[in-house]
């Protein structure tokens, strides 16, 4: 290869790679929002966490093409390693990050060789079945996880040893904050790796990249063991910022509502996790404070007209906004 | 020894429960490729129709079962109508949540039309308390929920694999534009078969609502159970439906009796199992 | 014209006053589960809040009480302490009330703690949340207290061997420890023990494994709700007599008996308020209720969440509207009324509540299914957990 073809693929790598003006807007503002919203703090850590799990969702589904029923296995096994290890004695909060992430993503590994093997809706409800079974031996086994209680007596020691987690929710704010910053930078960085590249290309044309002498399977496995470990590590933030773990972190429910939120984001973009989070969280807020009996009314109403409607997710809408408004500031 | 006889006809009884209500399901999700997960809102949606009807204008019992298949069969005909036929050619995933947002308006309405209590649903004398052949104590309407099973199963698949309407569906399925082009009004063969899955929803939920109860949460509870039998049967085929609806009600009555800690976790674990060694289902073709 | 001036600033300093009495409302967060497996509940406390209205007027001592509901959407722990967190923090309320699910409760009442917010539970069963958390009361009932009850019902009857069946979760366990305890201490046997997870809608599993034991009665628990009526329908179908269960009131709430119907005849249970209890508190509380909500079922939540709302309004009143935490405590510790389910009162000790405990069978009266009291046990506290 010449070093003009080189250079020409490096720079389309790099420009690829280069920050859109909805990413920075995004980090910015979530920022801004802990001025904004002093009362509403752990609101806004769950949408960071929401939008980190919706993210490692969105490695999959948007870059592999690997759709899930089941994710919310990976965070409520990051959400309960978490919550285990400071309820028995070990509170420090990154380890327990770590911990939470490294549980869920040994288990994703486990699956994912079956992962690598089935397609289409078959993927779907094996992952459904994954959810379910995992739900299931948490209720099984309540002297480990408490059952439907709940898992109690998360106490957590202050961040870095000096911050306390405290009533209003700062602390945990800022943790949660630079965690999902961190691993959205990792993300990134793997989305525009050769790695990632080769994922994307499995997306597009399953049957032609082991042409090129790719193996699928494994690049498929590895995205699954990746997409995982942030899950289990969002999970993993969760028990720790709210100090307790239920069932529902690993229901079928919390996994649909990670695919709603990427949905509405916009899928395969990154960014559009964290903005569909966003979104949905504040409009389950909103409305469900209105209106506390019947909140699922308008939420069901306003994802069908987005089904119908916007396809592309709110990434997709802000995009062809900024890049008309830039058109316009430079006339060609 | 009694109580294992007891214990299996126990598990055929909610298989045959599983199986009416996926039937439909099977017929939607399976044969259509149709993600829908509104479906036990259609059951949900006949349940009501019977318990009302019943209830607070005295139908008798059949009476009620039919006209919950036909609402429902209106209702998913007016849902397939004015959304769901947009998204035919659209991922599985946008089909995942546009019925998702029907779950979630279903439930509200049905809170906000009959109230979150639990509905009753009265059955007649025939079909109330035990019949004893032998030894064995035989619940009546679990018999009658044999009965109707099975002859809902030999009617459908005689529908679905020995008429025109049957081979037209499955035809269009597989090319839609051909085929369109032999002159079949696929639109309205879709909505048909459509109106037929939900009527089947509605149906199903009718005669549930007796052993499984009925609130507006009933979208969501069963969803799980359905689209897993749907799946571990095999998409597309009705009998692979009916096998799993078997296997399941079997597996998971017999594993709760014999080993309560444990619990549904067995089922879950065979679902997994079968669908990695067999993901096109236990009778479907590889796809 | 000096005295007009004086006058005039009189008048708008006084206006001042209740300007500030006004913009300073009586802040009661109230969590519930609106949506989701409980939602009835939620239902049925907003009907208990518009008795309460009625009764006692929309406010307290010149403060407007405001009553801000959330929808803590089942049992999610994670939710109610977010929810309850945004009460305290943005809102500022004066008290967290409400709570259904005991996991809840448990995940709310560290915040009710740290913050000073005095937390009045309607309905979390379990028996040791209130210990580590100074600021929370509970108006409810223990399913401990019930299960003890229970076991001396069952001794006086003469069973010999009697099976438990509960619900696998805190007030489930709670219940099955202090029957089981309670029973052998008064020479009886356990047949058997068998626990359903909260999602199961099938018992044909279990109740077989109750037949196949065979004993003189079966003791159950089940979370109120959706699956009691089923339950009782399917032990009914397997051919066993429902005269046989005695259980806590849970299994016979007056909203979903009308589900279980006939299966239901004959089932004992002790619990502290049936509908048709009869008292002249009781009385005017369903007809206050039935004009209110004609169409809902009336059971104890409501009549345990207008309990609540009506000791905050005395503690409110006995303070003059001027909050102080410490203070509330003392006066909901010398909580004593006349409650519709009987006389009420709140131990000192244990912030746990003191009342009537009712023995009812299940009957068939002008063609209703009800619960009809038959004996009572006054002045039942809290025994503690067995466990």
Not at chain 2, 140 to 161: A, D, K
Not at chain 3, 145 to 157: F, G, I, N
Request: aromatic share 10%; proline share 4%; glycine share 10%.
């Amino acid at each position: 290869m010449s070093d003009i073809t080189l250079d020409l693929a490096r720079i389309m790598v790099v420009n690829r790679a280069r920050w859109t003006t909805i990413e920075v807007a995004f980090w910015i503002a979530a920022a801004a929002g802990y001025f904004l919203f002093p009362a509403k703090l752990v609101l806004l850590t769950q949408m960071l966490i929401g939008g980190l799990f919706a993210m490692s969702l969105d490695l999959l589904l948007g870059y592999g093409g690997i759709a899930s029923f089941g994710h919310a296995a990976f965070f409520g096994l990051g959400a309960y390693a978490a919550g285990l290890l400071a309820a028995h004695g070990w509170g420090e909060p990154l380890s327990g990050v770590l911990f939470g992430g490294l549980a869920a993503g040994g288990l994703g590994l486990a699956f994912s060789s079956v992962i690598a093997k089935v397609r289409g809706a078959a993927v779907l409800m094996v992952t459904l079945c994954i959810g379910l079974l995992l739900f299931e031996a948490a209720s099984r086994m309540p002297w480990l996880t408490g059952g439907d209680t709940g898992l109690q007596g998360i106490d957590m020691w202050p961040l870095l040893g000096l911050f306390e987690f405290d009533l209003f929710g700062r602390t945990a704010f800022w943790y949660a904050y630079a965690v999902a910053f961190l691993l959205y930078l990792a993300a990134r960085r793997y989305i525009h790796s050769p790695e990632g590249l080769a994922l994307k290309g499995i997306r597009e044309n399953h049957d032609r990249v082991p042409m090129l002498g790719v193996s699928t399977a494994r690049r498929k496995m590895i995205a699954f063991t990746i997409s995982a470990t942030i899950a289990g590590m969002a999970g993993a933030l969760l028990a720790q910022t709210t100090q307790i773990v239920a069932l529902e972190t690993l229901s079928f429910e919390r996994s649909v509502a990670a695919l709603i939120m990427l949905t509405v984001g916009g899928l395969g973009t990154l960014i559009g996790g964290f903005i569909g989070a966003a979104t949905f969280i504040w409009a389950r807020d909103v409305l469900s404070a209105l209106n506390p009996v019947y909140w699922m009314f308008w939420l069901g109403l306003i994802l069908i007209a987005l089904m119908l409607t916007a396809r592309g997710g709110l990434v997709g809408a802000l995009t062809l906004l900024t890049n008309y408004l830039a058109r316009e500031r430079h006339p060609r | 020894m009694l109580g294992f006889v007891n214990i299996l006809l126990g598990g055929i009884a909610y298989g045959f429960v599983l199986f009416l209500m996926a039937g439909g399901l099977s017929i939607t999700l399976g044969l259509m490729g149709f993600a829908n997960m509104a479906h036990a809102a259609l059951a949900m949606v006949g349940g009501y129709t019977a318990a009302l009807l019943i209830g607070k204008a005295g139908w008798p019992f059949l009476a009620a079962v039919v006209m919950a298949g036909l609402t429902a069969a209106l209702t998913g005909a007016i849902l397939e109508r004015t959304l769901f036929r947009r998204l035919y050619q659209a991922s599985e995933l946008e089909q995942v949540l546009l019925t998702i947002g029907v779950v979630y308006a279903a439930i509200a309405a049905a809170t906000y039309l009959v109230g979150p209590e639990q509905m009753a649903i009265a059955v007649p004398a025939w079909l109330d308390g035990n019949l004893r052949i032998g030894p064995v104590d035989l619940n009546r309407y679990r018999l009658f929920l044999i009965v109707t099973g099975l002859v809902l199963l030999v009617s459908l698949v005689g529908l679905i694999e020995h008429t025109t309407f049957g081979a037209k569906i499955r035809a269009a399925v597989f090319n839609r534009r051909m085929t369109a082009s032999c002159g079949i009004d696929v639109d309205k063969l879709y909505a048909l078969a459509f109106a037929l899955g939900s009527a089947l929803a509605g149906i199903g939920g009718a005669l549930s609502v007796k052993l499984l109860g009925l609130d507006p949460n009933f979208p969501i509870k069963f969803l799980t159970e359905l689209l897993i039998v749907v799946s571990v049967g095999g998409l597309g085929s009705l009998r692979g439906t009916f096998l799993a609806a078997m296997l399941f009600g079997i597996i998971d009555v017999v594993g709760k009796y014999l080993l309560p800690e444990i619990g549904a976790f067995i089922i879950y674990a065979t679902a997994l199992a079968l669908l990695t060694v067999r993901p096109q289902g236990l009778v479907g073709r590889p796809r | 014209m000096i005295a007009r001036i004086v006058i005039v600033a009189a008048a708008m300093f006084a206006a001042c006053i209740s300007a500030r009495a006004d913009d300073r409302p009586l802040k009661i967060g109230w969590l519930m589960s609106y949506t989701g497996p409980g939602a009835a509940a939620g239902a049925a406390s907003d009907a208990a809040i518009e008795v309460f209205f009625k009764t006692f007027g929309k406010s307290v001592a010149g403060r407007k009480i405001e009553i801000i509901r959330r929808d803590t959407t089942g049992p999610a722990p994670d939710v109610a302490r977010r929810l309850a967190q945004e009460l305290i923090v943005g809102e500022k309320v004066d008290f967290l009330a409400g709570m259904d699910y005991t996991p809840n409760t448990m995940a709310v009442a560290p915040l009710s703690t740290s913050a000073k917010v005095p937390l009045l539970i309607v309905n979390s069963a379990t028996s040791g949340i209130l210990a580590k958390h100074p600021f929370a009361v509970r108006f409810g009932f223990t399913t401990t207290e019930m299960a003890q009850q229970l076991a001396t019902y069952a001794s006086k009857q003469q069973f010999k061997s009697v099976y438990t069946f509960v619900h696998e979760y805190e007030p489930g366990l709670d219940a099955e420890a202090m029957f089981i305890r309670e029973f052998k201490a008064a020479g009886g046997a356990i047949a058997g023990s068998v626990r359903a997870p909260l999602k199961a809608t099938d018992f044909s599993a279990y109740i077989q494994r109750i037949k196949d034991a065979n004993p003189d009665a079966v003791f159950v628990f089940m979370a109120a709700g959706e699956l009691p009526p089923i339950f009782l329908r399917q032990f009914k179908e397997a051919g066993l007599d429902p005269a046989k269960i005695i259980g806590i009131g849970d299994i016979t709430d007056e909203s979903s008996l009308p589900a279980a119907g006939d299966a239901a005849l004959g089932v004992v249970t002790a619990f502290h308020y049936t509908q048709t209890h009869e008292s002249v508190a009781n009385s005017e509380f369903a007809r206050t209720y039935k004009s209110i909500a004609p169409d809902r079922p009336l059971n104890f939540m409501p009549v345990v969440a207008y309990d609540v709302l009506k000791a905050i309004y005395q503690v409110v009143e006995a303070q003059k509207g001027e909050l102080n935490p410490d203070r509330t405590m003392e006066l909901l510790k010398q909580t004593k009324f006349e409650s519709p389910r009987g006389p009420i009162s709140i131990d000192p000790a244990t912030r746990d509540i003191v009342q009537t405990v009712y023995f009812r069978k299940v009957e068939k009266r002008d063609g209703q299914i009800v619960n009809v009291e038959f004996a009572s046990t006054p002045d039942v506290k809290d025994p503690g957990s067995a466990r």
